[in-house]
């Protein structure tokens, strides 16, 4: 697929969604010459303020990763953290249409209709809604798994579950990046056994790795892909 894909866009709702979902993948593109985009809608921490935490704006720390996966374009929205759903949809579509008509990817890169967070889900569409088929460029559209969103998904009843069609072989360079760049989110990265610790990050690309007889990979679910 690298070898067609030249220009990729990646959507999430929160910084990290683009490094948990696909960073080994993102760093493996960059450094194959794939020139990468990143569209995240809410910069900030509205949950964590909601449980009487401090609200952070997440921008350095999303630049900061993005620097560390080799992705040349961030642009970051003002949506609220697990807010998403207080927008219409038609500003969510025109805000990733935006994008797409600005960056003209030939690929996009999603968060998931299957994950528990309404914010993921709710991007996941409108990212499918930007790059449907038509008169448009893109011509492939995946969705990527994140620990603790997805996997909680499928573990909560939820009636659609991530089931992986696309598996991105990656090296140990790739994901000792992905999870440098989890360290620019700084409490993001949790101890060992949760899902979002480094271990928790390994054990996942080890695993997806081993469906497919390779050492270490990240999943994907290919929406449409025009090749
Ligand atoms: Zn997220």
């Given at each position: 697929m690298h070898t067609l894909t030249r220009r990729?866009?990646?959507?999430?709702?929160?910084?990290?969604?683009?490094?948990?979902?696909?960073?080994?993948?993102?760093?493996?593109?960059?450094d194959e010459g794939v020139t990468v985009s990143l569209c995240i809608l809410t910069n900030d921490d509205g949950s964590r303020s909601a449980?009487?935490?401090?609200?952070?704006?997440?921008?350095?720390?999303?630049?900061?990763?993005?620097?560390?996966?080799?992705?040349?374009?961030?642009?970051?929205?003002?949506?609220?953290?697990?807010r998403l759903d207080t927008v219409s949809h038609l500003e969510l579509n025109q805000v990733v249409e935006r994008e797409v008509r600005e960056f003209e990817p030939d690929t996009i890169f999603a968060t998931s209709m299957c994950d528990l967070s309404t914010d993921h889900a709710l991007v996941?569409?409108?990212?499918?809604?930007?790059?449907r088929p038509g008169k448009g460029p893109v011509r492939e559209v995946r969705t990527f798994e994140i620990?603790?969103?997805?996997?909680?998904?499928?573990?909560?009843?939820?009636?659609?579950?991530?089931?992986?069609?696309?598996?991105?072989?990656?090296?140990?360079?790739?994901?000792?990046?992905?999870?440098?760049?989890?360290?620019?989110?700084?409490?993001?990265?949790?101890?060992w056994p949760n899902p979002r610790s480094e271990r928790g990050v390994r054990a996942l690309a080890e695993y997806r790795g081993s469906q497919v007889s390779a050492g270490l990979a990240e999943a994907f679910e290919i929406v449409r892909s025009v090749r």
């Open positions: 990729l866009l990646v959507v999430g709702a929160h910084g990290d969604d683009e490094t948990l979902g696909a960073g080994a993948t993102i760093a493996r593109l960059a449980a009487g935490a401090e609200v952070t704006n997440r921008t350095d720390a999303i630049e900061l990763a993005a620097k560390t996966l080799g992705i040349e374009r961030v642009r970051v929205h003002e949506f609220g953290d697990n996941s569409r409108a990212a499918r809604v930007a790059g620990r603790s969103a997805t996997d909680v998904g499928e573990a909560s009843g939820l009636p659609v579950t991530f089931r992986p069609n696309c598996w991105q072989v990656v090296d140990e360079s790739h994901l000792e990046r992905k999870i440098e760049a989890l360290r620019a989110y700084g409490k993001e990265l949790e101890p």
